[in-house]
């Protein structure tokens, strides 16, 4: 009977703005995500994270949806703004505190955290001095890094850094869809996307050297895989490629890539990938990008590349391709009845597959599906029932092609649903529901949906009934 490994981690994930609220509570500093809420237009609904999930006062509540779930881990991502309202310096206790009750609260039942350090929203005093921009944020953020070894490694023993560079960089800093809502030069944003992986490199440092007992560490990256169209040898060489393909075509008719935003360089793998796991950017990619190429040094990528002990990939849509003699590869169009999601994502579970296999052939590390899951628009029936089917259906399919992958001995580690709860999706505002959990945001009221029932049978069962 197939199944995943028997140490394999079932877990689900969220991040802080998204879900925690409370935003002016117990000496919390604004985010860059407050203040680009405040922006007209910014948000399709005009909302914010203020409220959320309210997760900061009803965490305990939470926590007994998760335990009732089966969830042997939950990722969630610390506030720097509630821990150092200044960015960095004086520290604030009572955001200390609230992440300690939660921990514990995990803890006591047998649900393993998984902190990720930075999930987008940086404290507004920083980004008022060029954020990520700056050159000293990477010392800022190894600051911030080695406070929380401190007070929390000893119960948490695994750690992501930075979630998704190329969307708080690429669709931050130079798309200008997210905070801080910025529209900079591609040698600009490279810049503030090299400052970003140093500061990934001086949290490494700071986590191992402030640890209280052994942890693990790494990044989580996403981009769009590219996968066979048929698998034969070559479009298998040709997909390899193409995921680690730097420099990617503006506009393609063929929708090969999933956000129709003209952020190459920016959006790929390999740009921030190949620096950490291998010690140097993309040597095509240095030789093509000429005067837009950022700053750096020796002594920088040396900072870079510290050892870490896996790979984090949020995975959610790809593209199909083949073999081409003139490029290397090219992409084809997606079979006819393609099914979307209602954010208007391809469908593609290949990628579950592939992107492991794939990541693994490059760097060998072990991989964590750090995030993986569907938005839908679901809605309470007369009962208090959420049917969710074709969030099933996604969740089924995605897995049946990660279980593969650890058929044929690649080590995944784990994997994260996106999301536990129905959460503040950024820019798109409360309009996309992820969670397997209903959130009612007038009320607060959450229902397990159809998805969160089916989920705690495939823990149960180690995912051997996919």
Known sequence: MAQFEADFIWGAATSAYQIEGAVASDGRSDSNWDAFCRKPGAIRDYSSGAEACQHYNRWQDDISLMADIGLQAYRFSIAWSRILPGGFG????????FYNRLIDGL?????QPYITLFHWDL????????????????????????????????????WFT????????????YAGTKAPGLKLSVRDSLQALHNALLAHGHAVKALRGLAKKPIRVGPVQTGSVAYPFENTEANRAAAYKATFNVFAAEEDSHDCYLWKVPVNPLWNFAWYSDP???????????????????????ADMEIISQPVDYCGLNLY??????????????CVDRPLGNPLTAFKWSVTPEIMYWAPKFFYERYQLPIYVAENGMSA?????????VHDPQRIQFLKAYLR??????????????????SLMDNFEWEQGYEERFGIIHVDFETQQRRLKDSAYWYADCIATKGSRL
């Not at 004086?90 to 505190?97: A, F, P, S, V």
């Not at 803890?107 to 649900?111: A, M, Q, S, V, W």
């Not at 930075?162 to 800093?173: A, M």
């Not at 593969?404 to 580690?413: C, L, Q, W």
Request: proline share 6%.
């Open 317 to 330: 849509s790809g593209f199909p391709v083949v073999a081409d003699a003139e490029h290397s590869w090219a």
């Open 162 to 173: 930075l979630n998704e560079p190329q969307c708080f960089i690429g669709l931050g800093y």
């Open 123 to 158: 404290p507004q005093v920083l980004e008022e001095v060029g954020g990520w921009q700056n050159p000293d944020i990477a010392l800022w953020f190894g600051e911030y890094a080695g406070i929380l070894s401190e007070h929390f490694s000893d119960r948490v023993s695994h």
């Open 107 to 111: 803890l006591k039942e047998n649900i």
């Open 90 to 97: 004086k520290l604030n206790q009572k955001g200390l505190d």
């Open 377 to 385: 628009h679901d809605w309470v029936e007369a009962d208090g029932s």
């Open 276 to 298: 950490i796991f291998l010690g140097q950017y993309p040597e095509e990619a240095v030789e093509a990008l000429g005067a837009n190429l950022p700053d750096f040094s020796d």
């Open 401 to 418: 092609e990660y279980r593969r992958a650890s058929e044929e001995g690649i080590p995944i580690k784990g994997y994260f649903l996106w």
